[in-house]
Structure formats: C-alpha cells, structure tokens
C-alpha cells in the first residue's frame, strides 16, 4: 500500500451546528457533506429533542457513515456536526468528534476546528487536580473546563473556559436545549451564520466553516460569526457574546489560497474570485513567454485562469485527473516512472511535445509532489517547464490549525526559490510575492495570519513547538470497534 | 426478530489479569474463551510492555473479536481482560472495558465484575466536583476516584478509591508496570489466582474469574484471592494488602446454582459437585413416584443426575438441545406452538408418551420459559409432568452483579409456589428449601449472600434500588464505529 | 490459527423443500436452522411465487446469512433449501447450494445431500458435448443431465438424469410450479416426509432431511420417502414415482451412529434410542469393573447413559464442554499441554483422581482426538483408563456422502485394536462389534450400509476412489464477493 | 435514498489483458484503475501461471474490491480484468465479470465490453440444445458457443463463436496459456495494443479499452487492435487473425463525446483535443453575445474551453463540483430547490449576477439534469442562460454497448430543440450539427456510428429492440455473498 501522493497541507476539521430545524440531523448531514473537502477522516453528529442527546460518529467519508439508520436515530431539532482529518498515529474513533460527555448539570456535545497552543499546559493541569482522559485531542481539555467551572449559568461556564484557551477554534458546542457557535478572538478558522427560513415563517439557525454548506440545504447567508464573538441560540432566539479581550484579528490566508472550496464566501471574500486574482497577480510579478498555461488540476486551475487571463497565454488542461482515486493504493514491486503521480495525474502528450509550458499549483510544500510532476511533464516533451506557485515559499509550519510537515520538512524553509528551482530541475521558478498576496485579499494587511510565510506568528509559539510531539506521546493507545 | 427464550438471570462480567507472560495478551485471550459464559456481549484485552500500554476492544464473542492482527498489537508482559454482559439500551462499545484513562501520573486500565451500589452517589459527587464521564456504567467513577487521590503511590491511589466503593466489585487493574487483583470485603464475586512456571523456572502470574480459565492455559490453581484483598503484583513480586474493615463474607450463592462452569472449582467447592448435590437434596425434600427425570439441557443437568441417582428414578435427555442457537432469531408471521422454546429444545415423543416425568431446571425466573417447556412435554404426550427446580424461589432481584429483572416481574415474589404451579399448569412443583440449598454449600450458613431467596441484602440497598433505573436514564447515548 | 480438533467424519449437507405454504422461506428457514448439525459452511435457500424464483445463497450458519431483508427477497410459497459442509480447497460461495440455472424449458434450483461416484464421468461425457461448468460440485452435472434431456414434461427430464447417476443423493429440486424429492435407490441419505394443515384446512408439504426440523415448523410427520422414490407436489397434489430399477436397501449407518440429532427419527428409529441401545450393548460386550462411566460430551452422552444403565456404573459428567466454541482458534506460540482438544473440553479433577474410568465416544476416525482426551484424563489423576467405543473400527473411506479421511489416516485401516489401545495409551480399548451394531439398528442387517466397518460398498467404487482426487484439481478457482 | 442524478448515458465496460508479465495483476488491477470511469459497478481480475487459474471478482470500486490479500491470491504472468456498468435489475455479483468456466479441453476466462444484439436468440438456441446459464449477462453465450466447437485448436473454437455474435464486442480471454484481444467487425468499442520492455528487454504485452491505462503502468502504445481484428499472444509471440467477413467500420462516436478520457487516444484521436474542436465548432455554428461561458464541470470542460477560445467570451468556473459525491444519497423530507443536482454542483452567484451566460455541457439525455442547472444559474441571479450542447440531439437509443433510456425517454426523440428550450426555459437552446460534429472527428464521415443521432444503425437492430427487455424479464435472480 501507498499513500497516493498529496503535497498540500491538510485542514483539520468543519464544524456546524443547527438550531430549530425539524430535521436537525438531515441538516447537519448535508453541511458536512458540502464541507468534505476540510476533513475525510472521521465524521460525527450529535442532535438533541430537548431533552435527549444521542451522538452518532464513524471512521471515514460523510456518505460511508450516515446511512438511514443512523439518521433516524439521530432524533431532535438540535444538532451539531464534526468532519476531521488527523494525522496517522492518533487516526482513532476515540478522538473523533463530536466529543459528547455529562457533567453536574448537563450533556454536552463539542465540536472543534483549529488547535490550542496550550493543549498541553491545559491538560497537564487540569491532570493534577484529577481529571482523567479518555482522547489525545486538545478539545477534550475544553470539556473539563466547562465541566469545572462553578458558574452556574452554561453560558458563563463555558466563557471560563473559552478565556483559558490559547490558539485557533472555531467552536460548535450544544447542550439539551441551546447551540453555542464560537470564534477565537483572532479569527484563524472561519465560521458563518446562516438562516433557513420554514414555511410558516419559523426560523432555524445554522453556524457552519464555509457557506458552501449554506447552500446545499439552502440556507440564506446572514453574516460571519465574529473574532472573539460567541452566538448562543436558544428559546429566546439568538444572543451575541463578545467575552474575550480586545485583539488583532488574524484569519488564516491560506482558507484562500487552498481550503476553502472555491464556491465559498468567507472572511468577506469569494475564494475562487481570491484564487483568480492570486494568478493574474502572479503573472504580473513574473510573467514570461510561453507557449501554454497548464493547471495542476484541480487545485491550481482558478490561477491557472487568472494567470492565462492576464498574460493572454492559452489555458489548456493539459494534466488529466484521474477521479476515482482512493487514499491508499497497491504498488507493484517493480518501479514504474512518476508511479505516485501518475494514479492521479496523466499528462495529454500532443499538447506538450515542444512547448514552452507555464505550470500552475497553489503552493509548494515538501516539493515532492511538484518535482514529479515536472518529470512527467518533461517526459511528455515539453521543451520547457516554467512553474508558477500563486503563493509565497512557505517556510514555517502552522500551529492554528493546519497540519503542516515539521519546519525542516517544508522545503522553502531551508532553499532558496534558485536552490528549489534546482531541485525541481524546472526552467524558471515563481512564487507570488508577500505583498502580491495580500493585495489581493485585503487592502488592510493586518487582517490575516501570513505565519507560514513570514515567521510572525501571532500568539507566541514556544510552547506549541514541543506539544504537537507530546500530544503523539500520549500513552491512550486503544481500537475499539 | 425475536430474542431467544432465555429465563435466566444474566452474570454480567468476566475479569483476568496476567503478570510475568511473554504472551500475556494471548493467555488473557484463553482466559476470556474459557471464561464466555460469564458474556457474551464484548470483550477487550489492555496491555502493556513496562512501558506502553494498548488496548483493543469489540462487540460480540472472543473468537470472532480477536483476530491474529489485534492480538498482535497487543504486546508486552502484563494484561488484563474483559468479557460483558449488559442490558439493551446500554450496549455500547463505548461501556465495553477495560477502561483505560490518562490521569496525572500514569495510564490505568480496569476490568470491574460486579455493582457498585454507590455508583449513582459516588457520580453526582464526582461530577459536582468537574469530573466529566464518556461511559454510563459504575466502573468509570473508580478511575476517577483514582485520579482525584493525592497520594503518592498508585497502591494508596487505589486503596483510597476501593475504600469509597459500596457493593461487589471483582477488579483487575493494571498500570504500565502493575497488576492488581481485589475482590470487595464480602467477596460477592469470585476471583482465584493462578500461577504457570516457565522452562527456566520464572513464573508468571494470573488472577481470573474461575479455574476454568486456569486449566486453558496449563495454570496451577494457588488460591482465591480473598474478599477484601488487594494482591499486587510488580517487579518484586506479589504483595497482598488488606484494605477494608473487617466486614462478613457473603458470597453470591447462584454463582453454584447457575452462572460458574460446572467444572470451575470456587468459594472453595467444584460448581458440578455442588449442583448434583443440589439435586440430590431437592430428590430428598420432594421425592415423588415418577417415571423419568428429564434435565432442562444443560443448566438442569448436573442436579437432574443427582437426583436421578438419589431417586433410582432413571435419567433420559428427553429435551434434546439445538446447538447452534445464535441471540436472536427471525420469527414466522404464522403461530407456531412452543415456538420460543422450540428453537433451542425439541422433545423425544417416545420416552414421554404416557409417562410420569420429573423436569429438573435450576430456578425459575419469570416463569416464562418453563410454561412453554411444560406446554412442550405435555404436547408430546406426558402423562403427569412434575417441575423440580434445585434452588428456593426467586423473590428478590440482585444489586451485586447480577442481570435479574425488577421484583415485580420475579414469579415468586408475587405468587406462592402454588399459584405458580398453576401458572406453569403442572401436576407438582418442587422448589429446593433455603436449608436444603445452604446445607450443600456450607455448614456454615452465613458465608453467603441469599438475598434473592430471603430479601435479607448483605448492605443496605435503598440506594441501589433507584440508581439502576437512574444509570439507565444517564444522557449519554452515543453510536461510535 | 489452528482448527479446532475433531475426529468425527462429516456429513456433507441438509436439504429441504417447502410447498403450498404462504412463508415458504420462513419454514425453510427454520429447517435449515433446526438442520444445521449436517452443514455449517453455506446455507441457502430459492423460492418461487409460481412464476419467478429467486435465491439467496451465502457462507457461514443459517442465523448469520438470513436477516429480514434476505427473508423477505424470498417470496412465494415454494422453496427449497440446503446446508453444506464441504472441505477446505473447494469452500466457496459458487459451490454453495442451492444450484440454480436456466435452461431451455425453465429456470431449476437443486439441493443435494450425498455424493455421486460417477461424478466426474457424467462431467467429462457432458463437456465432450460442450457443456460448460461453474461449479466443482459433482451436483451441477444432474443439473446438466436434466437440461439436456429432449423429455417434454420436467418429470420425465429429471427421471432420465436421475436414471444416469450412481452413488448417494437424496435431492430436493423446484421449478416454477412443482417441487420434488428423491432418495436414491440404495437409500444412502434420509429424506422425510411431513404435512402442516393450515387453519382453513389447506395443507402444506415439506420434505427434510431429519424429522427435527419437522418438529421446530409444528409439521406432522406423514412418512419417509422411500429409497428410490421420488416424490412431485404440484397443483393437483402429491404424487409418487418409482423411477429406478430395484435394489437392495443400504442405508447409511453413521446416521445413526453420529450425523442425527439424538430427537430425529429416521430409517423408521428414533437416533437417541439407538444410541442408548448400543451403549447398553457396548457394556454386554465389554463390561469391565470400574468406578465412573464418563462420557465425551456431547457425541458419547448417549450411549454412557446406555453403558451406565446396563452395567450399574454410575454416569458422571467429568469432562465439560465449553460452549462457545468457534471452527478457529488462535493458538499461543508456548506449548500448553492437550491444548488442541482443551479449548472444548476440561476434566473435573475430583471425579477422576484415582479413579477407574470408562470413557465413552461413538468412533474413532484417526485417533488424534482420543488420544489426548486420554492424556488429558489421565493428568487429571485418574488410575485407570479405559476406552469404549459405540461403533466397530472405522476400517474403510466412505464414497457416499459423509467426508472421512483417506483410508490411510484412518487409524482402524492399518492398526489392530490392540495397536491402537498402544498408541492411544489406555488400559483398555473395546469397540462394539459389527454383529451387536446391527442388532441395535435392525432384525434384518441387509437394510444398511456398513461399508466403513467392512468394506463392503454396496455399488462398486473403483471410479470414486480418484474422482475425489479429480474433483481437488478442478481448475475453477474463484472468490467472489 | 435518492440517486445522485446525471443525464449522461453509461458505458457498460472496460476490459484488459496481460501476457507475460512478471506481475500480470497488479498490472491488470493498474489498467482497471484507469479505467475505473467506464464501470463502476463490479470489477474482477482473472489470472493464470500457466497452470493453474484464479479469479477474483467483487462489487464496487477497484481500490475497494482489491487488496493486498486477493492481489496476492492472483498469482501468474497472464491476466484479465473487467470493469463493469449495470442496470439496477441485474446488478449481482453473479453476473460480474471476468467470467471463468471449465469446459472439455481446458479453463476459459472472458471479458466483454460491448453488447450482442442477437444474445437472446444464441441463447434461446444453445438452451434449446440443453445448455444451463448461470447469469443474465449476453456474455455467458460466447463461452457456450466456444465450450460447443468441435474444432481442436482454441484459436479455431473461439473463431467459430465470433463468427456467430452480431453486435458489439471488445473482449479479452485468457486460457491457462494464451491471452486474446477480439474487436467486431464493425469496431464499435475500443481496444488498444501496448507493451512494457523489462529490464532484460522481455517484452510484456498488454491490450486495453483506452490508452490512459497504458500510460498508468508505463507501457508503450503500440497500435489498436483492428476492427474485426484477433490478436492471440502465446508461447509463440502475437498473432493476428482476421478471421470476419469484410464490413464498414462504425465506431461509436459517443467516446468522443462524453466517455472516453480526456488524456485517452482512441481512434486516431486525443478525446480532449476533438472535446475543444466540438466546442469551437459549436461556437461557429452557434455563436451568441454573452459575458461568460459556464461549462458543466467536468463533462463540458474541453468543449467550453474550445467555446472560449473561438468565442472570445471568457471561461469561468461558475458552477462548483463537490468531489465527494457518492452513488446515492439521503434526502431530507424537506424540500430544497435544485436538490438533486445541487449535491454535485454549487454556483458562484457573484459570476452570475445580472449575467448573459453561455452553459456549455456535452449531451442532454432525458433533459432532468439540464432543467435544474439552468433553474439553478437564474436563481443565483444570471439575466439569460444560454445553454449550448457540443453534440446533436439524441433521438435513438444506442445497442451497442452504451445504457441509454428507452427511446420515448429520450427528450429529442419526440421534442424539437424549440420545445426542449421551452422545457428548460432557457434563453437559447443550441445543439452541435450532425456535421459539425463528423467535421470534427474525421475528413470521412463513414467512419463511425452516429446511430443515436440519426437513427440509422449499421447493424439490424429489430432483434435487440426487444431482446433488452427479455434480458431483464430472465428469471435468473440470486444473491449470493
């Protein structure tokens, strides 16, 4: 077995939570349907009648897990909803979500998308003073102090426990009869509110990662939850929180340059409109004579389009996808040239042969991918292969959110762009340039988190460095099912 | 579907523990075939190399759980093991054990057989305090307790947690590098300890649920771990602590009458011995003319020969028993007489025709299974059937590790043995007499609990009497695998 | 992985066939449930509404194959049915019964319990003539011969196939609108007869390989049919054919001796009396001073009952069975002693140490069992031990339908009993001889086939002694599903 | 559960062969990958060492059906392998393919891509002859026919049953030594030549539906197997027979249009260069004013593309495919606008508000699809939708190989475009022209077969009008696994 090859960071998690829905369940079925792109590991539901939570959670894809079965169990007009991708070592049903657990006063249901930097402080303390762990996921920690606190209230409770945390979440959170969605102060992970509207005029609400989601169940868009804000839905309709101190709000670029699907509006922005204007920006930085556009489909195509738009050289889809492609796959012993590459993508060779082609991705990450990419391109014919990366090197890992290979594993953390374009044996290499970016995304520059390309991470890190190590080195090691 | 016939109380729980095995995981997988009759529900082993403990745990029968993948993972020295029974609505891989949990200074793993009768109290306190809980049985909050205790050594952790536990509880418990084996001061339940000596003279150690298990792996019986001992076994070998108040032992008597394997040697006798005694007595208390003594296969057997012998009334297995009976079965919309019972037993028409027939059971529950195996005998031509059952009447449901139904659906709390033998449409019926049961077992009377044939519980069960439906309320109600 | 050891031959399957009721599946479930002792590695069942059939066929028990859904696919109030066992090279789903096919006429579906010894002839004249083969079942090729027949009725098609076969069947066969039933004209297989009347009066007909499964439906047992009778139902009722020229009777002993369920009736006795019988004649043989009669359980418990009444030893069960277990099982690396034959059965030590013990069984196939109950039995203490066995030596491979190994691993074939009381370490071996054998079953002995005790097969079997051989090395090799 | 919908019609089969590869299954199982999109129903792998023959076949998708334990199972260095389509009725595991059975002279394994138009009457003849089937599959009568030859050599047998099918046929088959490639006369599907040199210069040789699977396991294109081409390759190298009458050569255009890979060459052509030609061709024959071209993703990609560049009307991604999409899907109660399609496809209303907008897809079936995509677009806000189609109307249901709709399901068959755009109440409505299609796929227009669009098939076609329907009424119906 091979992993087939995939050189794109990995996105942990979509959230969502439904309130006054008839068919809360249904609803959350079909967000996390829609947001599969941002997690394919693990999927859960859990809903409440009002008085009873009943929590349904599997391994794999939304489509494999939820059959009718389980639906039908899943009774009540509240839901929340979990899709999670994680690496290898903790791939357990244990840490999938939601994370249901009871405590004095109630059952509550967590569903998590971003990571704590201080995961581990957290759950080293809250160990001493007795608490036990059944997962290796820092959203547990959260539970246990909601479960702490002597608020009496659940919307203080868990405000205490929010104003402990550190890092990026973007929280749905249910109990017997209320639904909480929850941003960090600095905004990393996206969430949006939208409404659906019955036809005797009732209203349900849904708090979800991207509005793709809003419009498979057709839900109207209504606004972003905010950085810092937690909306609390219950009888009384929908209240705002704003419970942490004032900060700097720093949402994660990279939603754009490559999570987020391209039909989706978020952080005020349409990502393919993003992803086109990256293209066309990058052609203007580095334009060069060719003779052909070629997007590594499908994640480099909408700034293949820019790029071809603005230079007025010919797009042409000259990478074919192949799209039954699973996450693991059975290699022959003997060697078979760009095998790894070759499962998913198939060059078109009569468009290559003697042509100058400009390569388009989105980013480079190992280079592992890239490099036989341009292999197989080369050994179609093409006379040159100019790649093109519609973002900036990035030279450091991602500790909000994102499951990035460690420092020394991103390539452009320890090469020069010359020494890269060496190691990919391309013609040219480019990358967009910092400023290129966030012309695009913002006129403000300070809106967003550029972490991974400039260093400046906006909440110190010390701590986060040694936690993802530790958090491998939990001693849970259990299968159940 | 229907659910097999079946008109016995349930045991709920088997437990092994293995210290000092090069193949501890494969000895607690004999222990738990051996040890399948105890449930049926779920299994799971834990273990551990001194360093790293794993765990694997499912739902259904040992052989078709553990594969040569999962008991492969299962490296290391020490193990400890599982099988459960449990009622319906909680049947869930999330209540299977061993329970292995994080706390502050080590990883713990725990096999629990028995009912804390304490265990809703000792919950409320625990989650009064911040503790949140992933299971809803009784053996989480023993972790808890463990985690929540400052002291220093994990043998005074425990010994702080097992003195704040009400009720019977069988427990084995493992660390990284310790094992422990603790039966509760009345010593409800069984729990013996073996030990197997290497070619090179080391020995390894094991504690389980009956000597059954002992004989599959070639173990040589050393002793029952004694009510209220704690024996822990580490690197220097086996210690044996004494933690309780002196208290009196009353040991569950029906472990005889029905649950142990009749080959298992415990409470100091062989449960075969007992059993034929059992009959032998009841042959004396009830003797009647008769022409055959049929035994309700298998759980009728033993006390069936020993009244047979006793009697001279000659012995026929005129029910004949299917083997391959599964836990549920699909029904025929058309009525079929007998037709529950039918599936697992079939009368021989030629030995009953005409004849005075004497059927031996152990006890009668409900009553509804004996109706439709009298039906049965009656149908097949039995001239007089006369019901003989090796146990007094069952008036008062369990609250120390045993499945019964409420009192108001036990037969013989409601009606007299008269009325029952109405029911039952019997031309006699005979139960064994609490003197005739407790001179089999001991001379000594008091050594056992009999409450379910006198009301007379061993500790004060008001509180128990509410918390099972309590437990069966909890809100955790979730679906994982 | 080891298999579970057991020495007893195999029966090869159960057939069954339903007409004229409204839940035919149902009942042919629960025939097949009721039959499951004769085949345990496939199960199926066809049915027809009198103008589509269809089936559904699949490995394992009867309870694990037929859920709702698969019941409730199987409409119509004709069916047939069949359990298989079969050796390992050839266990697959395409070999599973029953078989069905399209022909010219209609659409046929066959069970067959028993063995053809002209199998592979009939196989090879049929592809000489371009017939093509699916299945390494010699049970296809009647399923050939019937198609290739020029007959116009489906009666007259079948009698010139079934005219051409040699060797064990007893079949149950179903087109559209008719079911049939046939025993060979030796007689091999049973095959009964029985009637279930409706509450209107309408009457539905069954035909099964043993009367339990008569008894689980609630049907009445009208008669067996006949060796070389074939039976139609249809429209206008039953009727008989006697289609084969006449023969001497042979009906197969073993059925008596092992394959039964102790509560049928077959060959005009009921098999648990037999059994008793030749215990009580084992003890006029043999009798021998001793202290306890214990048998092998289950195969031994009737005939000790039989030896202990004749002989006034009295019966204990000092060997237990475990119930649950499975055909594999996953065996530790260190070496445990008697292991194989532990995991089903254990001694109680107090019965046997210094006792002299008469262990009963019914045959001895290659010894390999025996030999470490003995062992086993003897480590337990007793002083003496002494083996009886219910059946003469097994000398001779059966070609008729029951799965022994070749003549050379039968350890009678090669080894006197003296030789065999040597290898099996006992203080005394007896057999039943054939002369009392034949008197427990029959005042007239030519009516059964004793051929594994004196090699005297009533059809010449040169051809079958290979065919088993050709049939290992067909070369359709196939997994499915 | 609804069925996700898609108006495309459905290929019924991709097939592969190996010869003398060190690995033939793993490069089978390879081939099948690539040519997962032509059959995604079953898929089976046969091989052979030269002795002996295996066969794996399964349900579902090649990297479900296929892991390490089957590959392994498939031992040998020749292989063939079969991707398959159904319909709903006769989708069982039975009717899977390769389909392997043993005749008088040796083992025969066949794959087919394609459809017999006079499979019904083969098969009522060799029933006639009483020959059985075991499937519903027109398959099954070409190894009757082979089985039924009398000649010796198997290259003849196989050449007299070919000269008997009419219709299409790609097929694979392999004995234990020889593998053959066979295209009808006509040459309606597919089948290339390649092969791989080895490391020593061996040759292996490989023949398949579509050159992408040669790309994937690196084999070098050598030429396509001929209409009414037989390529056998045994001990002795490649053969090729010729063994049809003369006929015209018809390929089925529809590859081109929709079913082929875009990176796949077939016919003398690249399937996306004549997708771009059909596009630009549209836009010549059909050019309008618009502010964008839409393409359907991905079926109208190439041609919108073509569209764009001959238009000058810039391309945008307006509609956005969810990759995740399963078979089927669970639909709320609730009714939501667009459902079916929207599972698949989400608009970028920012690109589409107050828009003139061209949609460009490749076919329209039964019109079900289009309506809700175009509904979609204007409810997301676009001014006109003009919807152009880079081929003709389909009027004529296809019996050659391709699953379309009866022909009264067909829109165009009795719509006119005028009507069909009122249906999908579109601004414009434009189809490709008969030839400004054949323009673009070849200088000589009776190259292919263009039935679907203008009725006249090349082969009688009164037959299998009704045979379709026969196929699905065999009585046939199991379940087996």
Redesign the interface.
């Known amino acids: 077995?091979i992993e087939i090859l995939d050189d794109h960071p990995r996105e942990e998690c979509a959230v969502t939570g439904i309130y006054g829905h008839?068919?809360a369940a249904?609803?959350a079925?079909?967000n996390l349907?829609?947001l599969?792109?941002r997690g394919?590991e693990s999927s859960g539901i859990t809903t409440s009648n009002g008085k009873?939570?009943?929590?349904?959670?599997?391994?794999g894809?939304?489509?494999?897990i939820?059959?009718?079965d389980?639906?039908s169990?899943l009774q009540g007009h509240i839901a929340i909803g979990h899709n999670r991708y994680s690496t290898a070592g903790h791939s357990n049903?244990?840490n999938?979500q939601p994370l249901?657990?009871?405590?004095?006063n109630?059952?509550i249901s967590l569903a998590h998308n971003g990571n704590l930097i201080n995961g581990i402080e957290l759950r080293?303390d809250l160990?001493?003073n007795?608490?036990?762990?059944?997962t290796t996921t820092d959203s547990e920690a959260i539970?246990?102090l909601i479960?702490?606190?002597k608020e009496e209230e659940i919307e203080n409770s868990i405000i205490e426990a929010l104003r402990m945390l550190k890092g990026a979440f973007a929280l749905t959170i249910m109990t017997?009869d209320k639904l909480f969605g929850i941003r960090d102060p600095n905004g990393f992970r996206p969430l949006v509110l939208g409404k659906v509207t019955g036809s005797k005029g009732e209203i349900a609400w849904v708090m979800c990662s991207e509005t793709?989601a809003l419009?498979?169940?057709?839900a109207e868009f209504v606004r972003e939850v905010e950085p810092g804000e937690m909306v609390v839905i219950g009888k009384n309709g929908l209240e705002s929180y704003k419970p942490f101190p004032k900060t700097s709000v720093t949402q994660c670029i990279f939603e754009f340059i490559y999570f987020a699907?391209?039909?989706s509006f978020l952080f005020g922005h349409?990502a393919?409109?993003i992803r086109k204007q990256l293209g066309a920006e990058l052609a203007k930085e580095s334009g060069i004579d060719a003779d052909l556009v070629v997007p590594v489909p499908?994640s480099g195509?909408?700034a293949a389009?820019g790029y071809s738009?603005e230079s007025g050289i010919?797009?042409?889809?000259g990478l074919?996808r192949?799209?039954?492609?699973?996450r693991?796959?059975?290699e022959?012993?003997?060697s078979?040239?760009h095998f790894g590459v070759?499962?998913k993508l198939?060059?078109?060779k009569?468009?290559l042969v003697g042509k100058k082609v400009v390569v388009i991705d989105d980013s480079i990450v190992r280079g592992t991918t890239s490099n036989k990419i341009v292999e197989m391109i080369r050994t179609a014919g093409a006379k040159e292969v100019h790649m093109k990366i519609s973002s900036p090197p990035i030279t450091n890992p991602c500790f909000f959110g994102i499951d990035m290979p460690s420092k020394k594993e991103l390539i452009a953390s320890t090469k020069s762009p010359d020494q890269i374009k060496d190691i990919l044996e391309v013609d040219s290499l480019s990358y967009l340039s910092i400023e290129g970016l966030l012309k695009c995304v913002s006129p403000n520059e300070d809106e967003y988190c550029i972490a991974c390309f400039n260093g400046e991470y906006p909440i110190p890190v010390e701590q986060a460095q040694n936690q993802l190590n530790l958090f491998k080195n939990?001693?849970?090691?259990?299968?159940?099912?």
């Not at 249901?100 to 004095?104: K, R, Y």
């Not at 010919?314 to 889809?317: D, F, G, H, K």
């Not at 939990?474 to 099912?481: D, K, M, Q, T, V």
């Open positions: 077995m008839p068919e249904n609803m079925y079909l349907y829609a599969q792109h394919q009873k939570i009943h929590s349904e959670v599997g391994m894809l939304v489509s494999d939820f059959n009718k389980r639906l169990r049903i244990e999938a249901t657990v009871v405590t004095a109630q059952t080293n160990e001493k007795g608490s036990i762990f059944r539970l246990h479960a702490k606190s017997h793709c419009d498979l169940m057709d699907r391209p039909d349409n393919y409109t499908d195509l909408a389009l738009n010919p797009l042409e889809m074919v192949n799209h039954y492609v699973g693991t796959f059975i022959p012993q003997q078979i040239r070759k499962i198939n060059p078109i009569n468009y939990l001693s849970i090691s259990e299968h159940r099912g």
